[in-house]
């Protein structure tokens, strides 16, 4: 039973894995790498490493999404001044 | 090995797998809504897991994860406003669904668990879980545009 939630994890994580790799827009890769957070971080609580797991959850499930879309959205808006600029 | 990790299993097995396809697919407003469901359906799962592997100590993730989901939830509704305002996501079956299945699975822990500092560590998750859901999902359906509450 232990090896069954093992299982479904690593399937799921690398189901989420792929999935970011294959979206191409990056607002929409955000909301996948959020959702691959927190199944890394049930990932590490099912192999027994609940502390990797919190940072995990701490760093993946807000922090990286944040980041992604502030810079997401200065790149664009950066390129429309730029367009209308010229 | 334990009917606790069973249920664990098969309630991150059906919700992380359909809020994965949620969230791979369809238009964006679905997707907020998958994403929003990923952490809503992982947090029953981490304290079935912390009775299951009979760890108190691993609802600490359940409870970082109760507070940090909807903080998530918020940037992007936030930050894709101008998208989701054109589109606005319609959630109310999924977010009473999740705040069932967080009011049961808190609810069942508690009566095993006992009266004591650990019962009101999980009413605390618990709660926190569902305010946190309502809340992100109200700032997803009806305040994506800034404009206030829905």
Known sequence: MDDAVIAVALVLVAACATVAVATRDPARQALVLSVL????AVLFTVLQAPDVGLSQLAVGSALTPLLLLLT?????????REESGR | MN???????????????ASLWGVATGPLR????????????????????????DRPSYVDLALVLALLGPVGTLVFARLLAGELAEDPPRARGVTWAAAG??????????????????TAKLLVTGALLIGGNLVASRALTGGAGGTGRA
Not at chain 1, 72 to 80: E, I, N
């Open chain 1, 37 to 40: 957070g927190v199944v890394l």
């Open chain 1, 72 to 80: 997401v959205r200065k790149v664009r808006r950066r390129g429309q």
């Open chain 2, 3 to 17: 009917g606790w990790i069973l249920a664990a299993t098969l309630t991150l097995a059906a919700g992380l797998t």
């Open chain 2, 30 to 53: 679905r997707r907020v809504v998958a994403q929003n469901l990923a952490t809503a359906v992982a947090c029953p799962g981490l304290l079935l897991l912390a009775q299951g592997y």
């Open chain 2, 101 to 118: 299945l967080g009011a049961v699975v808190v609810l069942a822990l508690c009566a095993v668990t006992g009266p004591g500092r650990a």
